[in-house]
Structure formats: structure tokens, C-alpha cells
């Protein structure tokens, strides 16, 4: 009863009705617990003005989000026209290994030698290039990038192939997210967007998305291809300079 008593009090003062300490102790204590001994001893005093206001915040400015956006627009810009620069400075770290073994994945493999570590642009590396058990529809190549980031583009490039072999994926498909488990395909006009793929070994080739997306997962689904489905791939960052 005691205990109950107390949280109602203190209910009443969290809402709005101010007791004084007096009133609580006197009800508490002598009302509830004579036997204790305790005494209050007079009354509060009253509250204290009230402390100045603090400063009004900052409000929304819109231009300078717009201002940040435009930025990013124009270096999309420059990297389309450009590609040199996306090969030098916004490559995501498929092929300069940043990304590790480990974050290369793949549906199937031919064998040991066609892994999708061995997936990488420009690898020459034992076959030299990701190829899959099989040259079927739904067969994939896929890079954890490790966190969310915003990517513009793919890169692709055929399999470099010591024997002279010539194969290589024509078109692919490509979905992403930020978890392996709820990917999505890019989109453009309502449906799936196929990315032109390579015409050779060694050109290599980008596709850019219709917009910049977040992921943290990319995955490239061959749809086409030229003797066998291999290839090697990067990623492309969207904002980089």
C-alpha cells in the first residue's frame, strides 16, 4: 500500500500537480508509518523565475541540399563523358583487390580455376575470368562492397583466356540492396534494364545505372553471351571526382 501510495504521488507531480513537500511528507510518514519517528520540517519555498529562452535553431535551408546535389550531377556528368576517370578514380575495389576474396561470390563454378575471386577487371590470374557451372539464365556474379554505398555504373570485361578461348557475357542484368537477401534489378522505364556487355576479351565496358542507387550488394545476372557466360567486373562509385 505504501508503495502504491508513493506512485500515485508521483504520478500526480509528473503530470502537473505540484505537492508540496510538506503535504507528501506529512501524508506519507505520519499518516502511513507513524512508528518511524520522522518529521518535516516547515514548508517549501516557492519556485524561482523562470530561465530565458534559448536560442532559435537554424531553419531548413533547401538551396544548400540543392547546391550538394548539382555538385554530384556534374561529376556524374564528367565521369560519363570521361571514362578514364571512372577507371582511375572511382572504381569501388573489385579490381585493385580492396574488396577481399572473401566478398566475391557466385550461384555456381565451372571449377577451381574459374572462382568469382578470379572475377575481377583487368585479372589474368589462372583462367581469368568467373564462368559458371553452366551457361543458363539465373547463373550470377556478386560483390559485398562491406557497407551501403551509392553506385552509378557497373564495369565489365570478357574472359582473359590463356588459351585464346573467346568468351564473354553480350548482356547481364543487375540487382543490388543493402542486405544478399531482398536484392533488387535496376530498373529503367518500368522494366529490368539489360546492360550492354562486351564485344571482346579485354575491352572493357560500363553500364551505367539510370540513377544512383544504394547497395551494399551488387549481383550481375548474364543474360547473353558470346561461346560461354564468364566475365570480370568492378563497381562504380557516384560520388568521386
Not at 77 to 85: S, Y
Not at 99 to 114: G, V
Not at 183 to 198: A, C, M, V
Request: positive net charge; contains cysteine; hydrophobic residues 30%.
Amino acid at each position: 500500500m505504501f508503495k502504491v501510495f508513493i506512485a500515485i504521488h508521483l504520478a500526480g507531480m509528473a503530470y502537473g500537480y505540484r505537492q508540496n513537500v510538506l503535504d507528501f511528507c506529512s501524508t506519507v510518514i505520519n499518516g502511513y508509518r507513524s512508528d518511524v519517528g520522522c518529521e518535516c520540517m516547515g514548508k517549501t519555498g516557492k519556485s524561482g523565475p523562470p530561465g530565458p529562452k534559448g536560442d532559435k535553431g537554424d531553419e531548413f535551408d533547401p538551396s544548400e541540399l540543392m547546391s550538394q546535389l548539382e555538385v554530384l550531377k556534374s561529376k556524374l556528368e564528367r565521369m560519363e563523358r570521361n571514362p578514364e576517370i571512372t577507371f582511375q578514380y572511382c572504381l569501388i575495389g573489385v579490381k585493385s583487390g580492396a574488396i577481399p576474396d572473401s566478398s566475391m561470390s557466385s550461384s555456381t563454378d565451372y571449377n577451381a580455376r574459374h572462382l568469382a575471386k578470379y572475377g575481377r577487371l583487368d585479372r589474368t590470374l589462372y583462367a581469368g575470368a568467373w564462368c559458371p557451372l553452366t551457361t543458363t539464365i539465373g547463373q550470377w556474379i556478386q560483390v559485398d562492397l562491406g557497407s551501403p554505398h551509392l553506385i552509378k555504373a557497373t564495369v565489365t570485361q570478357g574472359r582473359d583466356s590463356p588459351n585464346g578461348s573467346s568468351d564473354w557475357a553480350t548482356t547481364y542484368k543487375v540487382a543490388c540492396g543493402v542486405t544478399d537477401t531482398n536484392l533488387s534489378i535496376i530498373t529503367e522505364g518500368g522494366k529490368h534494364k539489360i546492360f550492354q556487355g562486351n564485344s571482346d576479351q579485354t575491352t572493357k565496358v560500363i553500364g551505367w545505372f539510370p540513377e544512383p542507387v544504394t547497395c551494399r550488394y551488387v549481383r550481375l545476372y548474364p543474360q547473353t553471351w558470346h561461346t560461354f557466360m564468364c566475365l570480370r567486373m568492378d563497381v562504380v562509385k557516384a560520388n568521386c571526382p
